[in-house]
């Protein structure tokens, strides 16, 4: 805190799992961000107060402890790490192919387990490396390894079941003088690495600035917007007082939970693959004002709708997410199509979201497709198809993600995956052949609260299910009628939309402004609510 009590700096750790036993914890400069006040400086210069905050959301009691607090100075953060030196197990006159900046050279290792060692000439702190192997040339397993005195050896990362190309290896806060790449055995193939590069701490300060740091280098339309930096949109899903929200985003991907992973959209037409960077996309809400949001994408050769709401059972016990997705050809010929719906460990909530709930990845570290499309995420059934896909698959992050694997014609074959990283990522896939003007419909059922659900005497497919959401926010917020000139329709339109976002929002009788970085209660917006 700033002399003037106004400006406020933090190391903000949600969640935190504090130690049993006294454990040194290090906070450095780039660890302290800007929390709020009125100055424009959002570099900590100087301080007045340091202050330790507590809190536990879930209630209880407890005791916690510090001692020995002290302040040191760093060195300058390397704005890019340098490998003095590299040296190899085999083909040594050759290790400096890896670190001369030219992909055109390599160091080949053959097909023998073979370690190639990199120098960074003194003790260097930095946040994973980028590797590229030459074509044809990558090894299936191996880790990266790092030691102080080059003698003693520790694991910083395992690598199973590489694709090649380029491998983006996150090692968040490493401090090392010595990295290896050590080649393990199971190769079927010659191994040469054309190109090795250590990169600083901000590559992976976070694992959603390594996820920015990879999507960098992938054609855009690949991860979502959010993490190239541009603004990203989205509404709510939900029921009038439900335990649990999803969101969709401008582009199409559904959030299945507050936190959780996504369900976004790709199709293949031919041999193209289209994202949302590739077409051009509306969004509407059915009736102009009610909470049944739909995206739509068109392109010359392709329009698929996206249409997301949420249905209640009977009792009001049990809630779906239920995504439609309508794929039609309007040109004036036959075409093949694929309609892939990718299960991603991205929120929809950007990563830009911090507060309260931190937007950006959401861990998948096991994922299973069963037969009929059923999709399992880290242990538990999370989505249901209502139609079997033509084929389905997952894989790891090392593996390549499922964005990368829809751009080739040949997709994975394994329906199941264990995933470290926590960024697996997986799709079902649906291939039609679609005539002029013809169109083809699938949908996912997503459990918010409770299991799937079709009673007795309800209206299971999807068309009857919107219709009957429909009619409930219809009696919901028609009670009141406006009658106003056709210019002010639209006003009216949104007071409706906001009072069914407020409904959706609130916990019980209490309102809330969101559901993600502002699921509490506020001053300011709750004299705002009450205002509307």
């Known amino acids: 805190i700033d002399a003037s009590g106004d400006n406020v700096w933090w190391v903000n750790r949600p969640k935190y799992a504090f130690p049993a036993e006294w454990t040194p914890v290090r906070y450095k400069r780039r660890h302290i961000d800007k929390a709020w006040g009125p100055s424009p400086d959002a570099t900590l210069r100087a301080s007045a107060k340091l202050e330790f905050t507590l809190n536990n959301s879930a209630g209880g009691k407890g005791s916690v402890c510090f001692d020995d607090l002290r302040f040191s100075t760093l060195s300058q953060d390397a704005a890019q790490p340098r490998i003095v030196s590299a040296q190899a197990t085999k083909a040594a006159r050759e290790a400096a192919a890896a670190i001369d900046g030219d992909t055109t050279t390599a160091w080949r290792a053959g097909r023998m387990p073979q370690r190639l060692t ?7 702190e930095f946040g994973g490396l980028r590797l590229d ?5 990558h090894p299936l397993t191996y880790a990266v ?12 990362r395992e690598v199973v079941g ?8 996150a090692t968040p806060e490493s401090e090392t003088r010595y990295v290896a790449i050590d080649i393990r055995d199971g190769m079927p193939r010659e191994v040469a690495l054309a190109e090795a590069r250590v990169e600083p701490l901000a590559f992976a300060a976070t694992p959603n600035d390594f996820v920015a740091s990879v999507a960098k280098d992938q054609p855009r339309g690949r991860f979502p917007r959010g993490f190239s930096g541009e603004q990203a949109y989205w509404t709510i899903l939900g029921v009038d007082g439900g335990t649990e929200q999803g969101l969709i985003g401008e582009d199409g991907a559904v959030e299945v939970a507050k936190a959780g992973f996504s369900i976004e959209p790709f199709v293949r037409v031919d041999d193209a693959l289209l994202s949302w960077a590739d077409v051009a996309a509306s969004q509407s809400l059915q009736d102009g004002y009610l909470p049944i949001p739909t995206v739509q994408w068109t392109h010359r050769d392709v329009v698929l709708r996206t249409t997301a709401f949420v249905h209640q059972d009977s009792a009001g016990k049990r809630a779906s997410i239920v995504a439609r997705y309508a794929l039609r050809n309007p040109g004036a010929t036959a075409r093949d199509y694929t309609l892939a719906l990718a299960v991603q460990p991205f929120q929809v909530n950007p990563p830009s979201q911090f507060l309260n709930t931190t937007g950006g990845i959401s861990k998948i570290a096991s994922l299973v497709f069963d037969e009929d499309g059923t999709v399992r995420v880290n242990g538990r059934v999370r989505a249901h198809p209502s139609q079997a896909p033509d084929a389905s698959f997952a894989t790891a992050f090392d593996a390549g993600m499922a964005s990368a694997h829809l751009a ?17 990522s997986g799709a079902l896939l649906y291939r039609w052949r679609l005539a002029p003007g013809e169109t083809r419909e699938v949908a996912m059922i997503v459990p918010l609260s409770g299991d799937a659900f079709c009673e007795d005497g309800m209206a299971c497919a ?19 009628r406006f009658i106003v000139p056709e210019e002010g329709q639209a006003l009216v339109d949104t007071l409706r939309t906001s009072l069914a976002h407020q409904l959706i929002s609130r916990v ?18 709750g004299a705002m609510i009450a205002e509307g």
């Open 118 to 124: 990199l120098d960074l000439g003194s003790t260097t």
């Open 133 to 137: 192997w030459a074509p044809n040339a």
């Open 145 to 156: 390894l790092a030691s102080d005195d080059g003698q003693t050896w520790r694991t910083l």
């Open 162 to 169: 590489g694709d090649g190309g380029r491998d983006w290896i």
């Open 408 to 424: 080739t014609k040949d997709a994975p074959t394994a329906r199941a995956v264990d995933d470290p990283t926590g960024l697996a």
């Open 462 to 480: 999807a068309d009857e299910r919107q219709a009957a959401v429909a009619e409930v926010w219809r009696a919901k917020l028609d009670s009141v």
């Open 508 to 525: 019980g009788p209490r309102l809330q402004p969101g559901t993600r970085s502002y699921a509490r209660s506020w001053i300011r917006d």
